[in-house]
């Protein structure tokens, strides 16, 4: 009997046993289902967040992008206003006769001392070589913007500048 009672209590204990485990399991089955289903739907929240970030982000460096080339297109506009009326400023300036050389000296004066700033160990000849080459390079503008009448000839306005290799560093009168 003794055995039969031994045998008895090993099968319940391992029963109760099996059961336990087939209960824990199902159960850590079920948790980790759970589980997953969070984290899918945190995924998807989280995804959704980004995709809309990244369209707001999309959209703000857009609108930068177009203000910042507004604020462009006016301020090069605006320098072009003023050196427009700078130039016709020294044109009449310059019209006036005593007075218009006077000016024109010193708006040459003042062109050579911002050139010499950028250029410190150049001189007068190599300035005025620098302003002849760049002169060269415009000249066709100008002259098309004379009447025909008053209008000299290429040649005799090129022939008049001076011959040099100027080596161009900075603009004149910048």
Known sequence: MLKLFTFLRTTTFLMMLCVSLATTTISLGLWAISLTTQVTTMAAGALTTAVANRRAIAAAIARTRTRMLI?????VAKAVVRTKAKARLRRGMVAVPLAGLVAAAAFEHNDYKKWKENNPEGDLKDYGCVVGTVSAEVIDD?????????????????????????????????
């Open 142 to 174: 100008v002259l098309q913007e004379l009447p025909q009448k008053i209008r000299p000839s290429r040649n005799l306005v090129l022939s008049r500048l001076p011959d040099c290799a100027a080596k161009i560093d900075e603009p004149i009168g910048k």
């Open 71 to 75: 604020k462009r297109k006016k301020a």
